[in-house]
C-alpha cells in the first residue's frame, strides 16, 4: 500500500513545476510564442497553440520525474549521525552532532551539479520524444482543446489539427534552460532544508523544552513528554534527540527527571522510561509479526451434535408440475434414453479423442520419444524462469528486486520510513539515565526498573541477531551472499545501542545485579554479548593488523611444515 505522503510528494513536485512554468511564460513576451491561444491576424479564427501545451505538459513529466528520483534515492534522510553518542570506557560519553549547515552544503555542491548535469541534458530530450511518440501528446492537446474551445469559440474542425513546434530551436533551448534551472532549484532547496534540519534542537545553547515561552506554565518536561508521545515523525525524532541531549550535557535537567515525583500520569521517570522502552519493545513486535507469532490459528469450530430423524423429511416438490409420463410409452423412452447418454459422455472417462490419440502414440512414439515429449513443459517452465531471472539481474529490474538489507530493515526499523535515529536515542538516553542515576536518583525510583530494562535490551538483542541469522533473502535478491548478513548499517545501530547499554549498565550496577534480581545465566549472556561487540569493534578499527596478524600465523604454519617435511 502507497503511503499518503508518497501522494503529497508527486503533488508537490508537479505543482511547483507548473507554477514554475507559468511564471517563465508570464514574465516572456508575447512574441516568444508561448500563449496558449494563438489569435493571428484580425480576420483569423483562434487557434490553440501547440508550443504552450507542450511547454506545460513537458514540465508536469519533469515534476512526475524528479519525485520518482526522490523517491527512489531517499532524498527526505536527514544527514545525521546514526550514533551520536561515542562511548569509550575510558572517558565519559560524548555527543557527535552533525556538520555545520555550511559544511553540509559545501559537501553536497558536486552531487548537486552531477545530478543538475544528467538531468537537464537528458530530459529536454528523452522528454521530448517521450511527448511525441506516446499518446501523450493528443491526450494533452484534447484535455486542452476541451477545456478552451468554449472559451475562445475554437471550431470543432481543429480538434485533430496540431499545429506543431516551429519555431523548434528557440522551444527546446527554453525547455533546456528552464529545466536547468528548476532542477537546480529544487536540489538546492533540497539540500539546505536537510542541512539545516540536522542540527541539535537547541537555542542559545539550551535545549528546545527549556526554553518554552509559549507555554502557559513554566514545566519543560511536560512539553518533552508531548513531543516524545507526537504522532508526526520529525516532532518525535527531536525530542528524542533533545532527551539524549539532556542526558549527557545539561546535569540540571537530568537531575530534575528524577526529582519531579507528582505528576499526572506518573512521575517523569515513570513516563519518559516507559515512552523509551516502547522504542525498543516494538523491534520484537515486529520481528514476531513478520514470523507469524503474534498470529495464532483460528480455533476449530464445535460440532454440533444432532439426533437422527424419526421421519422421512417432508417433500418440496412443485404440485403444479406434471405427471411423468408411464415407462413403456415412446416418450418415457426418449429421455430415458437421451438422460443415459448424457450421463456416460459426460462422465470422466468418457474422452475418446484422449484415448484414440493415447493409443496412437503407442504405436507410432517410440519410449523415448514419449519420455522427450512428456518433459517439454518442465523444459519450458525453466526456462522461462531463467529469462525471468535474467530480467531481474538485468537494470530493468532493479526497481522490482527487495534486497536482504531493506527488508531486514525494515522489519527492525519500522516502515514505511526508518525509526532508527528515534530507536537509538531512546536506548542511549534510557542507558544514561540508568547510569547517571546512582550519583543523583535520590529517591532510588530507577533502582526498581534496571532489571526489566536490561531484561528488554537482552531479549531484544536475541531477538534481532536471531532474525537477521535465520531470515531467508527475498527470492528477487539475486545479488545476495553470506556476507550482507553483517552489512545491514542501520540495524547494526540498533545492536551496537543494545550492547553498549548493557556493558554500561553491567559496569555500573554489576555487583548489584545478582541482589536486584538478575540471575547469574543472563548475567552471563550480558558478558557474552558485550564481550562478542567489543571484539567486532576492534577487528572494524584495525582491519589491517588483523589482516598482518592472520599473514604472520600463515607464514608460521608454513615453516612448520617445512621442517615437518
Known sequence: MVAFSTYITFAWYIVSALVFAEVYVWARDHEAGFGVINFGRANDRARLNERAIAFRTLFVLLGIVQSVIHLFSDRDKVPAPLRKVQIDPKVAPSITTADTPVAILKASVPGIVRRLAWTAVLFPVLGFLFYVLTPLRSIAWSISFDTLRFIYFIPMKQRNHYTGFTPIVPFFWAVLSETALLVLLWEFTNAAFSAYISQPPLRHDQPLTSDDKKAKAKDPNASLITGLKSKKEFARASAFYELLLITIKFPDRRNNIYA?????????????????????????????????????APAPEPVIKTREAIAPPLKTDNIFATQPLPMGTPARTGEWAKSVAAKYGNSPGAEPAKDVLKYAGRRLLSDKQRDALSKQPAEVEKRAEGLFDALVKSPVGWPFRQSFERMVTGVVCGTPYSQVSVIVDAIDALTRLIVESLKED????????????????????????TFVKDTKPHWTDVSFSEKKRIEVGEVNAVVDALRDGLGAVLGAFGEYLPAMGLSSAEIRAIKGSVAEGQSQKKIESAPG?????????????????????
Open 442 to 465: 535520590v529517591y532510588g525510583q530507577v533502582s526498581g526498573d534496571v532489571v526489566a530494562i536490561v531484561r528488554t535490551y537482552l531479549s531484544t538483542l536475541k531477538a534481532i541477531q
Open 545 to 565: 593488523k588483523e589482516k598482518a596478524v592472520e599473514n604472520g600465523r600463515t607464514k608460521e604454519r608454513r615453516r612448520e611444515m617445512e621442517q615437518v617435511r
Open 260 to 296: 519531579e515525583l507528582d505528576r499526572a500520569g506518573g512521575n517523569s521517570w515513570t513516563q519518559i522510561s516507559k515512552l523509551c522502552l516502547e522504542q525498543v519493545q516494538g523491534i520484537t513486535t515486529r520481528i514476531d509479526a513478520y514470523n507469524g507469532v503474534g498470529n495464532p
